[in-house]
């Protein structure tokens, strides 16, 4: 038989759905996941007035989710109405929602939980001598609250989420990494709630207790918490006010950049938003001090008037829209700027080292050749590649058989003086210490040096990732890093990935990993900044795409670690090692992050620049 259920559903008549299918696809937008069902419980026991929190959950939360607080209760005769949708107790008109000053107010949470789950409500306002429980099955509901014993406060328990939508339960990860995205969404929301206690418990057992910060240090606790004491060791605090706005927090300083944006916390009047002009404006101010490609980490808090910000702008609440988003724009910028003048550690144009071999003519030390031809060039490349010659490469920054790759070909060298140029020719230059200016048979060659060598490296990785013969060295020192919690327990869970890559890691405390090898290729890396960032990427990637996306992604976090930076100046023989290798590697024209790594411009091109015979 021929299914016909597209054909029939597109016959059907128009139908009011039913409340209960409504709620589901409520649940749908705000309920992904657990953990986003112990946001909106936090957000209803902070919006209550809770000052003391317990979280307790089964499973990663997946069996049980329960929020306990002190906040002010629901009346018996509310308890109904919290789990119809569109109810609510902190708005009422159009002016309300005009400024509103709570975390909720849309009266969806509650309902689109209760729609997915076995939920129950139990709470107890403040002037009542005993608490109401109430389930949140239709029968429930249907016979109202039942007394019950419970302190001042509100208790809802959340059973078997999506039991009842099994595509969604289809989605669930394992239990571990639910709790994690629980245990960050509890420590995030602590960020900006410092008077408030939270505990949290998982399978039984107290697994977090957040103390109440009464000052910055202690709230510097709860920062270094989240994001590792790494953070709080590299970074700013920044307070100012202007015009009704307030903008206060810590800023990561340039050494403590990362891979992934992962570690970008932003709160207006305390709601946590991921919001563009924001990003904008962040993004801006780190653009003088920051690598390109490199992300920096903050966590900052915006206040204003409630009036001077549209929550209602997303579902989930996640997004915002400022009323005078001009003004937001550049207060954020200004303070941030301002803020970070100074703390410029790797600006572009500092030469990070010259490579003192030993080269036999000081001509070649001469970045800067005025004048040569080519003949004159290839003689000289010629020159500084006779054969059994060693060290001529970047070899001090890792790209050490780009030597050899031209020590095996000597005749090719030879060849270089008759005219018979290799395809990207030979270097001339350098430019600003970024570009190498080569000269070939066609007309002149630019090469991004920093692109090109990621991208040599890039492949060099790879192929030994994949053959499984990633080359490694021990460190004469281990390296100690300081992380977050949950980076750590994500190293944990890795550690055979990290040795794939050739990185051998250990946990020597719930906050220290000890790095003890790393690929010989990355020999001149910082090893504490790679793993942070590959810490960063499999958080990122790990959970999600498939393990192929991941390993590349990783390995180009890798490459950039390794690749010479823009600005440290390269001698000639240098550039054409780097030219030659380019030439070696498949895909070379490229970099990691799809830019392009060289460009030709022909001799008829360069005619038209200059309108020769026109
Ligand atoms: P919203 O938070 O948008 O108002 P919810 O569905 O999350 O919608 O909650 C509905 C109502 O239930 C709230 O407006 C509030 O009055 C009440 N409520 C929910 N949780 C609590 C709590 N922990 N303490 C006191 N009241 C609560
Ligand atoms: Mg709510």
């Not at 002010?72 to 919290?82: L, P």
Request: proline fraction near 5%; charged fraction near 25%.
């Amino acid at each position: 038989m021929v299914d016909n259920t597209l054909s029939a559903e597109i016959g059907m008549r128009i139908q009011k759905l039913p409340s209960q299918l409504i709620n589901q696809i409520a649940a749908g937008e705000v309920i992904e996941r657990p953990a986003s069902v112990v946001k909106e419980l936090l957000e209803n026991s902070l919006d209550a007035g809770a000052t003391d929190i317990e979280v307790e959950l089964e499973q990663g939360g997946i069996k049980l989710i329960r929020v306990r607080d002190n906040g002010c209760g629901i009346e018996r005769d509310d308890m109904v109405n919290a789990l119809e949708r569109h109810a609510t107790s902190k708005i009422q008109n159009l002016e309300d929602l005009e400024r509103v000053g709570t975390l909720g107010f849309r009266g969806e949470a509650l309902p689109s939980i209760a729609s997915v789950s076995q939920l129950r409500l139990i709470s107890r306002p403040e002037n009542s001598d005993h608490g109401w429980v109430l389930p949140g099955t239709p029968e429930g509901i249907a016979s109202g609250p039942q007394p019950a014993s419970h302190p001042p406060g509100t208790t809802i328990e959340v059973c078997d989420l999506f039991f009842n939508v099994p595509a969604r339960r289809k989605f669930l990860r394992t239990e571990k990494t639910e709790f994690q995205h629980i245990d960050n969404i509890v420590k995030r929301i602590a960020l900006s709630w410092p008077g408030v206690e939270i505990r949290l418990r998982h399978n039984q057992r107290p697994v977090d207790h957040i103390k109440s910060a009464a000052d910055r240090e202690q709230m510097e606790r709860r920062v270094a918490s989240i994001c590792g004491s790494g953070f709080i060791e590299q970074c700013l605090y920044v307070e100012n006010s202007v015009s009704g706005l307030k903008l206060s927090g810590w800023l990561g300083l340039p050494t403590f950049s990362r891979s992934q944006t992962d570690m970008q916390f932003f709160f207006v009047n305390r709601r946590m938003v991921r919001d563009k002009l924001v990003g904008h404006a962040v993004r801006q101010a780190y653009q003088d001090v920051l690598y390109h490609g490199r992300q920096p980490a903050f966590v900052l808090f915006l206040d204003m008037d409630p009036a001077m910000v549209d929550v209602n702008a997303h579902p989930a609440k996640h997004e915002v829209r400022f009323r005078e988003s001009r003004l937001v724009h550049d207060f954020l910028f200004k303070t941030l700027q301002q803020a970070l003048a100074g703390t410029q550690a790797g600006k572009t144009v500092t030469p990070i080292h010259r490579m003192e071999k030993a080269f036999s003519s000081t001509a070649d030390r001469q970045p800067f050749q005025p004048g040569l031809n080519m003949r004159e060039v290839a003689a000289a490349y010629t020159a500084f590649y006779s054969p059994g010659d060693a060290g001529h490469s970047l070899s001090e920054q890792s790209v050490s058989p780009a030597s050899s790759a031209v020590r095996e070909k000597p005749e090719s060298a030879q060849d270089t003086t008759s005219d018979c140029f290799p395809p990207l020719g030979y270097a001339l230059a350098q430019l600003h210490g970024i570009y190498i200016l080569a000269q070939n048979a066609g007309g002149l060659v630019l090469v991004d040096m920093h692109a090109a060598h990621e991208r040599i490296t890039y492949e060099k990785l790879k192929a030994a990732y994949v053959g499984h013969s990633v080359q490694t060295q021990p460190l004469l020192v281990p390296e100690t890093v300081l992380v977050s919690t949950l980076e750590a327990d994500l190293a944990e869970t890795h550690i055979s990935r990290f040795k794939d890559y050739g990185i051998e890691l250990e946990r020597i405390g719930p906050e220290q990993l000890r790095i003890l090898q790393t690929p010989l290729l990355l020999s001149h890396a910082d090893a504490v900044q790679l793993v942070r960032d590959m810490l960063a990427d499999l958080a990122s990637w790990g959970d999600s795409r498939r393990m192929s996306d991941a390993a590349d992604a990783i390995l180009a976090t890798m490459a950039c670690h390794a690749s010479i930076r823009a600005g440290r100046l390269l001698t000639l023989a240098e550039m054409n090692a780097l030219l030659r290798e380019m030439e070696q590697t498949e895909r070379s024209g490229q970099c990691n992050h799809g830019r392009p790594t060289w460009v030709q411009l022909s001799i008829q091109q360069l005619d038209k620049l200059f309108m020769r015979g026109q």
